[in-house]
């Protein structure tokens, strides 16, 4: 059973300062800081100054209100919440599974002529950890066969802001900001934090929205805000073969690769970006992953599907592709959504492809499913914000011209 909550109170108040349109300083690399506060008319020899502020209140402290920017003058203050903001999305509902997974469906104002999306962020405490599953994209343009968002057409990127916006509604929700009267300094340390990682596995393809995933985990991996180590950020890709050699040089985040099947003419079917994308060149990517070793290892997810990718000849498969490769192998167990066409395989079957994968050295891999009661698990994740239809957009076009 799950419990829905009404968040409504809350979110009301946030969305009336974040539809008002003024451009947010949160998702700002230090250098946009700097150009926002110099267009509001901070002399130049004072930006550093107060761009190492901001980014201690929005980062360190977590507040989303100019007003509880103590050090900054009131003045200033003002001058900034007249120009910009730092509020909240409108957090729409949020349900807590049986087993203690959290999800939240936040609500972005519109960009341009669109309408406000909506987006699902998924929270998963477990023993001695707790992961944050956070979204890129709303829907896919991706179309993987066993997966709820892929059929959901791409209504739109996220941008920097909002994909850093669920790591922060998450931490206010979850308490991991220290309050906006604690003393300076006190800030909720590192093993007390209730998200200690956080992984791209939430609704989109990362890949395909690498700029703004790119801002937002250098943004959360910044030593002098968020402080997330690296190695607790996962990326996880269907496999956009020429972005993962640049995630390697440019983001250093681990690397998860969605496989689900060890050879072409099946990933073609469940994973089609392999026709653009195939094994060989996928493989060739994670071998030349930088920084990989046996403490640093790219994960392969493998859902379980039934009668479809499931036998013991692909577990051997699976094991020899891997050979060489610094590896953990995550065995997903399918989770069904509404109209899917796949079953998960038999629990006897999960556990005969798991002894193959064992012996050959990979310890417990299967990922235990979380929040299924709440449509919360890996693909089942899905929003209700459709793109617009041509006609809809062309009259929305006109209005605004
Ligand atoms: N688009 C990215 C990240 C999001 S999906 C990617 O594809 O990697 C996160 C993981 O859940 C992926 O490995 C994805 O293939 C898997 N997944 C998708 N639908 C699923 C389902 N119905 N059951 C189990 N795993 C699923
Ligand atoms: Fe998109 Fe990932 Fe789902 Fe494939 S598995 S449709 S890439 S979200």
Redesign the pocket.
């Known amino acids: 059973m799950s419990i829905s909550y009404d968040l409504k109170p809350v979110g009301v108040a946030a969305a009336a300062d974040s539809l008002t349109a003024r451009p947010s300083l949160v998702g700002k690399s230090r250098e946009e800081l700097g150009t926002a506060l110099q267009a509001v008319g901070v002399p130049e020899r004072q930006v550093r100054m107060r761009v190492s502020q901001l980014w201690h209140w929005l980062y360190v402290r977590g507040v989303s209100s100019f007003a509880d920017m103590a050090n900054i003058s009131a003045d200033l203050r003002e001058k900034l919440a007249a120009h910009f903001s730092v509020a909240r999305p409108e957090i729409v509902t949020g349900q807590i599974s049986a087993d203690g997974t959290r999800k939240w469906l936040l609500r972005f104002p519109p960009r341009g002529a669109g309408r406000p999306v909506e987006v699902e962020t998924v929270y998963i405490p477990e023993e001695g950890r707790g992961t944050l599953c956070i979204s890129s994209q709303v829907g ?1 343009t ?3 066969s066993f ?1 709820h ?2 059929t959901q057409r791409l209504v739109r990127n996220l941008t920097a802001e909002e994909i850093l916006a669920q790591l922060l509604v998450a931490r206010d929700c979850l308490g991991d900001f220290p309050g906006k009267d604690t003393p300076a300094g006190a800030i909720v340390p590192e093993e007390g934090r209730k998200i200690s990682n956080i992984v791209m596995m939430g ?3 990362p890949l395909y929205n690498f700029d703004a995933v790119k801002q937002a985990l250098l943004i959360a991996s910044d030593g002098e805000g968020l402080s997330l180590s690296k190695r607790r950020i996962t990326l996880s890709t ?1 496999g956009i073969v020429p972005e993962i050699y640049r995630a390697g040089e440019e983001i250093g985040v681990m690397l998860a690769i ?1 496989l689900h099947a060890v050879s072409n003419p099946l990933r073609d079917m469940l ?1 089609p970006i392999n026709k653009k994308y195939p094994l060989e060149e996928l493989m060739e990517a994670c071998r030349q992953y930088p920084g990989l070793s046996n403490a640093r290892r790219i994960t392969f997810e493998y859902v379980m599907l039934k009668d479809v990718n499931d036998s013991v000849e692909d577990a051997r498969k699976l094991v020899a592709l891997l050979k060489g490769i610094p590896a953990k192998i995550n065995l997903i167990p399918f989770n069904p959504w509404p109209g899917s066409n796949y079953q998960c395989s038999d629990w006897e079957q999960i556990e005969r492809f798991a002894d193959i994968v064992n012996k050959a050295g990979y310890a417990s891999p299967v990922r235990t499913p979380r929040g299924r009661d709440i449509l919360a698990a890996c ?1 089942q994740l899905k929003s209700q914000s459709e793109r617009l239809r041509k006609t809809e957009r062309q009259a929305l076009e006109k209005e605004c011209a």
Do not use: A, D, I, Q
Request: proline share 0%; hydrophobic share 20%; with cysteine.
């Open positions: 896919c991706l179309t993987c997966c968002t892929g609704m989109g393809e269907s969605s994973v693909g």
